[in-house]
């Protein structure tokens, strides 16, 4: 007998095991639907390596996505395509968590990501004056040397 894994995301990530017993079948008339839900990863950022400091940052994250009308936008295709998220005022809600110190931005070269990744990095390189959050002491980043 086969237990069944599966895996689910609402900005946490869950797993759960059970029993196929659990299991119902869908009717057949769900066959043909597509899926319910898509998987996107946000463009150009890594989450703080420090788990109390990720743990501060999807907590940010969850509290500026829930119960909120954003808008998204897909900024490279791929296997899990990457998205950038805006408010309804045109707000960035990615590069405002990163002006706010809780997450870093990815060193890419792709030319159509520039306009994105400058402006991210300026926001990060405010942040890491004022000592916000994950650079309360200082630059934290690995050098790339």
């Known amino acids: 007998m086969h ?18 017993s659990s299991c119902a079948a869908l009717p057949s008339s769900f066959i043909t639907d597509k899926p319910y ?17 990720k743990d501060m940052a999807i907590k940010a ?25 805006m408010d309804t005022s045109n707000n960035d809600v990615i590069k405002n968590l ?22 991210y990095r300026a926001a990060q390189e405010e ?3 004022a000592r916000l959050a994950i650079w309360e002491y200082g630059d934290i980043t690995e050098d790339d040397a």
């Not at 990815?106 to 030319?111: A, L, V």
Request: aromatic share 10%.
């Open 98 to 119: 990163i002006a706010e110190g809780l997450l870093m931005v990815q060193n890419r070269h792709e030319r159509r990501l520039q306009k994105l990744i400058s402006d």
């Open 127 to 129: 942040a890491k004056k």
């Open 3 to 20: 237990l069944f894994e599966y895996y689910w995301i609402n900005i946490n990530f869950y797993r759960q095991v059970i029993h196929p």
């Open 61 to 85: 994250l969850s509290q500026d996505l829930l119960n909120q009308t954003l808008l998204l936008n897909i900024e490279s295709k791929g296997h899990i395509p990457e998205v950038t998220l």
């Open 37 to 53: 839900a898509t998987e996107y990863s946000l463009a150009c950022i890594n989450f703080p390596s420090d788990s109390d400091h």
